[in-house]
């Protein structure tokens, strides 16, 4: 069937509805327990109503060159005419239904429909708009087998850009394209990766999809043009008062429908929130990709007249709230087997397990090597799951203990630490006291997520060297470990040298640092767990939090104990082979760690290389419940021998290895104990019989 723009028929909107507001119209619905609210005029006016729209090819032009040294430029306006041709604006005939447009087929799938009810686009006036990318929001990855590139780039900021750039547009829904881009949210790219949001833009008032058209794109991305415009257009109709940009207090009900909280198929412990699409990254329950990984799932495609769209199977009301009365049979479209059974409900993360390991932790039988098992040992969660610091598995090498904290009552740089409640404090240090006494390291670990630490002002560095001093003596702990997590010592505007910083936070950390050290003397130790967006992300840009302790491990790298890169916490990246890698994979952990070890150009820069680290000073970073023992287990034995599992893609510029590396981080110690030591009591022996580093 050859594909048509439908016409206009009846009922075409005023520019703005009766209620004065901007956004498209809208009518609720009420299902199971609940009542939603949906695009477009209430069915029973069995009527088609016409929704104005405005198409938006974005240009995104990025401030910092990619890796390959060209300054790369991601036009959507060559994409228009293929979105025009697609079922988006063109009538297709899906499953069970006569021709129409993609979201009047959804519509009429999700509610029993009248013959005359639709909902249509209009045949959209097209409007091109350039936006300049700044280093600290966005950055490409380009594949130098292929040449084909992919873009990660700041989600909220970049609607905020788009409707600052953009009058109010009178009802007509904004459908604002970029091209082979992907998102993150928060304005942190750990929280990575969807293909674009949806809903109301406050600013404006005006309804809005933002999403990415995707032609000739990398090899690891699987979806495929239309699918992430229709994914996010899907979400705007069964979901139109979305508000992107919200951010409330835990418990505050954001704007837009909450359904009840699902898990994602397939994953027991997967919960996607209480929203259309999952928290954050506004996934569908058929996607199917991991943590920080490109969004993937199977596409429906519609082919015709010799040109195939690939279409996003997307879940219906009917899915979410596993009522029928008032919906139609099925939980999907536009293929009804996509999810064959209604969602299961979540319970949420809930207590931790409160029980003890059932299995017992293998001693520490070999003599040291210098490598190192080194975990965090959180001690917080429910009374029950505490356990003695004391009683941590014989394998673990270094305990950092998590976390002292900015303390916000105090002046700016000054640090806090409590013991964790339902500990007696002389216990815990008696604890600590003991570790010690049996050859371990036990260190404080200063920061965490969600606390935002800065050091802008000089004066206030005195601060943090008294404050962290005291805790280091009154605890007995051996040094400290560096977890300011992003939006922390965010490099600023103009700050372009790594090797001679100028954003104040950043300097005053490593004068207070280097003055911490030299009070409590050179036996103390200094370590730093960057995320994947502080140490890696600066290869293919720095600026922001790109590559933002780069000048701090450069600046310490002479008394440096070891640093460990949150390999988790952390979006997709570029290896020294210029290929693309997601998080998750040996292939992975051996590129990000590799660009420490070998050195790279900072920003694809020649002039900015940053020099290797030492092999005993680089560990890896995992995290228990993102990763299995064995992946950590290959990704180690890897790194450390060049024996390359079966699988892998990614070869190390030093074929050998890097025999010297100090080991493996793991966050956390206790949810290890919960899970019955299975990775200390795989990677421990693993590391502890390799050959001694050197």
């Not at 409590?418 to 002389?426: F, I, K, Q, V, Y």
């Not at 505007?493 to 050290?517: C, E, F, K, M, W």
């Not at 290896?575 to 952990?589: A, F, K």
């Not at 070890?597 to 002039?607: A, T």
């Amino acid at each position: 069937m050859r594909l048509t723009l439908i016409a206009l028929l009846t009922c075409v909107l005023p520019a703005a509805p009766a209620d004065g507001q901007t956004k498209v119209p809208t009518f609720r619905i009420s299902a199971g327990q609940g009542s939603y609210t949906l695009a477009g005029q209430d069915p029973d006016r069995n009527a088609t109503t016409t929704i104005p729209t405005l198409l938006v090819p974005v240009q995104l032009s990025f401030e910092r060159n990619n890796v390959t040294g060209r300054r790369l430029v991601m036009d959507a306006a060559p994409d228009v005419s293929s979105i025009l041709r697609s079922p988006v604006f063109a009538s297709f005939a899906y499953p069970g239904e006569r021709p129409t447009q993609y979201a009047d087929a959804l519509l009429r799938a999700t509610v029993p429909a009248q013959a005359k009810w639709h909902t249509l686009l209009a045949k959209p006036e097209v409007k091109p708009m350039r936006i300049a990318v700044p280093a600290g929001s966005g950055y490409v990855l380009t594949s130098a087998k292929s040449g084909r590139s992919l873009a990660i780039v700041d989600l909220e900021w970049l609607q905020r850009e788009l409707f600052r750039q953009l009058p109010n547009q009178d009802g007509r829904l904004v459908l604002a394209i970029t091209h082979n881009t992907a998102y993150y949210a928060l304005g942190d790219a750990t929280v990575c990766c969807s293909w674009g949001t949806h809903g109301v833009d406050t600013s404006t008032g005006d309804s809005f999809v933002l999403a990415s058209y995707l032609g000739a794109a990398p090899s690891m991305v699987t979806d495929s043009d239309v699918q992430p415009i229709t994914q996010q257009l899907a979400q705007f109709v069964k979901d139109p008062l979305h508000d992107p940009l919200f951010h409330g207090d835990r418990g505050a009900r954001a704007p837009g429908n909450v359904v009840p909280s699902w898990t994602r198929p397939g994953e027991q412990r997967g919960c996607g929130g209480t929203g259309i699409g999952s928290q954050y990254f506004q996934l569908e329950p058929t996607n199917t990709n991991p943590k920080n990984n490109i969004p993937a799932s199977k596409s429906f495609l519609a082919e015709t007249g010799g040109a195939v769209f690939h279409l996003q199977n997307v879940a219906l009301l009917s899915w979410y709230t596993g009522a029928e009365q008032n919906l139609g049979r099925s939980y999907s479209f536009p293929d009804s087997a996509a999810l064959p059974v209604s969602a299961i409900p979540c319970a949420g993360r809930g207590g931790q397990a409160s029980g003890g390991p059932t299995v017992t932790a293998i001693p520490r039988g070999t003599a040291a090597n210098g490598h190192k098992l080194i975990g965090y040992w959180a001690g917080y969660g429910n009374a029950q799951s505490i356990f003695p610091i004391r009683e941590v598995s014989p394998q673990w090498d270094i305990i950092l203990v998590a976390f002292s904290t900015p303390d916000r009552n105090a002046p700016e740089g000054t640090m806090q630490f409590r013991t964790p409640a339902g500990l007696d404090t002389a216990r815990f240090k008696s604890d600590i006291a003991w570790l010690k006494s049996q050859g371990k390291k036990v260190m404080i670990s200063l920061g965490g997520g969600g606390q935002h630490f800065t050091l802008a002002d000089p004066k206030r560095v005195p601060a943090f060297v008294d404050s962290v001093a005291q805790i280091v003596s009154d605890y007995g702990f051996d040094g400290v470990d560096i977890d300011f997590e992003s939006p922390s010592l965010s490099i600023e505007p103009g700050d372009t040298d790594y090797r001679h910083p100028r954003t104040p936070s950043i300097v005053n950390l490593i004068s207070a640092l280097r003055q911490l050290r030299d009070r409590v003397g050179p036996n103390f130790m200094i370590s730093l767990v960057p995320e994947g967006t502080q140490i890696p992300a600066g290869f293919p840009g720095y600026g922001g939090q790109f590559g933002s302790y780069l000048p701090i491990a450069h600046a310490l790298r002479d008394i440096l104990f070891f640093m460990d890169v949150q390999s988790y916490n952390t979006p997709p990246l570029q290896g020294l082979d210029g290929e693309i890698y997601q998080p998750g994979t040996v292939d992975y952990h051996a590129a990000m760690t590799e660009l420490i070890l070998h050195g790279f150009n900072v920003g694809g820069d020649p002039k900015q290389f940053f020099e290797p680290l030492p092999a005993d000073k680089v560990a890896v970073g995992f995290l228990t419940g993102d990763t299995t023992p064995a992946i950590v287990s290959e990704a180690m034995e890897y790194l450390i021998t060049g024996k390359a599992p079966a699988g892998v893609t990614y070869k190390l510029r030093q074929r050998s290895g890097y025999p010297a590396m100090i080991g493996a981080m793991f966050w956390t110690i206790d949810a290890d104990r919960r899970g019955n030591y299975s990775f200390s009591n795989l990677i421990g022996p693993q590391l502890h019989a390799n050959s001694p580093a050197r």
